[in-house]
């Protein structure tokens, strides 16, 4: 039996190493285990590991559209039942793109950074809160002390707000530790 679905927007936001890919993963293979196409889509420009498939931190693998907008999906939405969208603060028509795709009856779930690595907020992920039917705020483990970070702490000189990398150039973060080296 089909699951019936209505649209709506989940958004699962925190500082890298929080777990949002993972979550969003387990949220796509719950979906597909209900019968429901699902569409996964990754930023084009993260190929860290692949270039065609989602993968986590703990190389955890799923088969994704690489795209640089999502105005790129929109010819395949009516193919599918959820859509799944990674690393959602780089997508300039985010707000746009999740808005249309719940209210045309889509499950939309967005995995992405909520703050910068200087802790000011990614404004079209903000945008999404109020018009979000959940919301899910994540946290990793802070690199220094161990507690609960909420912040994502770049290690590299490099100021540019889009700089892909891992563990090599980012750590988690809490609040005490934020600012210590």
């Known amino acids: 039996m089909r699951m019936k679905i209505e649209g709506c927007l989940q958004l699962i936001i925190g500082p890298m190493f929080s777990g949002k890919s993972t979550e969003l993963i387990r949220r796509i293979h719950r979906y597909q285990h209900a019968k429901l196409d699902c569409l996964v889509v990754k930023y084009l ?3 860290r590991h692949s270039e065609e498939m989602l993968s986590t931190h703990d190389k955890v693998f799923v088969e994704a559209m690489p795209v640089q907008t999502l105005a790129e ?6 193919d599918y039942d959820v859509i799944g969208i990674d690393e ?18 889509k499950v939309v779930v967005v995995a992405a ?6 802790r ?17 705020k994540l946290n990793a483990i802070c690199s ?4 609960d970070a909420a912040f994502t702490r770049r290690l590299v000189a490099d100021k540019t707000l889009e700089l892909i ?9 809490c609040r005490q530790c934020f600012s210590l080296n």
């Not at 999906?73 to 009516?78: A, C, E, K």
């Not at 000011?120 to 919301?135: C, G, R, Y």
């Open 45 to 47: 420009f993260d190929t």
């Open 73 to 78: 999906v929109r010819p395949f939405l009516d």
């Open 88 to 105: 959602g603060q780089f997508y300039p028509d985010l707000v746009e793109f999740c808005q249309d795709a719940a209210n045309r009856g």
């Open 113 to 118: 950074l909520d703050a910068t690595f200087e």
């Open 120 to 136: 000011k907020a990614f404004d079209n992920v903000v945008e999404l809160i109020p018009t979000s039917e959940q919301v899910i």
């Open 144 to 147: 220094s002390c161990g507690q």
């Open 165 to 173: 990398g891992g563990i090599e150039m980012y750590e988690p973060r």
